[in-house]
């Protein structure tokens, strides 16, 4: 199993990708074309920045992006970072000035893990309904979100918000993401 989730980190290495999660992206926007969709883009949690090298090379000529995170990241051509924190009241501020509105909202986000799988979980899950408040927020009519999250016992509930917000509800688990792992992405598509 090792030796198949080591290809993606080889491709990315080969094809200039900062990270293998890039091929997550790849292929969960691929049947769905969010990015290319999108007039302005807002990615939470991007460092180091393979996703942001993906929306880059799939965007249309004048999409907006704005990038945000904890971790410093270095440039990437056509995308706005930012060094914030998403709990910060800069990042309020930001959304409230000078984005106002998305079509797309892309989350990678999980938190640094403790090793204590309920204060894991609710520290992702605080993360995940953060998404979900800030879409109801900005999000354009036909817009989108995509958001990181694991399969645990909070997935239920996370997926009946959605559903209740969203149109259509995907539960996404690409061929790039590791089986071992719990991660997989809810995809939510049209406000309702
Ligand atoms: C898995 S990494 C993202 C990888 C990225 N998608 C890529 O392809 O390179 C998750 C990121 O979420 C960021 N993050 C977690 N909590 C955050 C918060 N409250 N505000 C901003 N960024 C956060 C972390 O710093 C980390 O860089």
Not at 165 to 189: D, H, M, N
């Amino acid at each position: 199993m090792k030796a198949i989730q080591d290809i993606w980190a080889k491709k990315a290495k080969k094809e200039g990708y900062r990270s293998r999660a890039a091929y997550k992206l790849i292929q969960i926007n691929k049947p769905h074309k969010l990015i290319e969709s999108s007039d302005t883009i807002v990615e939470l949690g991007s460092a180091p920045g393979g996703w942001s090298q993906v929306i880059t090379k799939l965007k249309r000529k004048n999409t907006k992006c704005y990038a945000f995170d904890l971790l410093p990241m270095e440039n990437v051509k056509g995308i706005h970072f930012q060094n914030l924190d998403l709990f910060s009241t800069e990042f309020d501020e930001c959304m409230n000035s000078v984005i106002r509105k998305a079509d797309l909202i892309l989350s990678d986000m999980s938190v640094n893990l403790s090793g204590i799988r309920v204060i894991d979980d609710e520290a992702n899950r605080e993360l995940n309904l953060f998404c979900l408040e800030l879409s109801k927020k900005i999000l354009d009519k036909n817009g989108a979100l995509l958001i990181k999250t694991f399969t645990n016992q909070n997935l239920k509930t996370l997926k009946m918000r959605f559903e209740n917000y969203f149109e259509k509800v995907f539960i996404e688990k690409p061929e790039a993401s590791k089986t071992s792992s719990a991660e997989v992405y809810l995809l939510g598509l049209i406000p309702k």
